[in-house]
């Protein structure tokens, strides 16, 4: 997204994957959360399952991406 070759060992690497790995951590401890991914608000769109919470953790994980300052102003 940014345009970058980070390493996997990289700072800004691990940060994305501790928030990553944090979301999941979060949805999964909270009793009745829903497995829908509801980012559409059920209005006509397709309700996806996201059993495992992966496609708001990624969705967090890109936004995170696209609020940096060298994306934003650049």
Do not use: M, N
């Amino acid at each position: 997204i940014l345009g970058r070759d980070d390493t996997p060992d990289s700072t800004d690497v691990q940060r994305s994957v501790a928030l990553f790995t944090t979301i999941l951590a979060d949805a999964k401890s909270q009793p009745g959360l829903d497995k829908r991914e509801i980012w559409s608000c059920h209005q006509g769109a397709a309700v996806l399952d996201d059993q495992h919470y992966t496609i708001r953790a990624w969705r967090a994980v890109v936004t995170s991406l696209l609020r940096r300052p060298e994306f934003l102003y650049e």
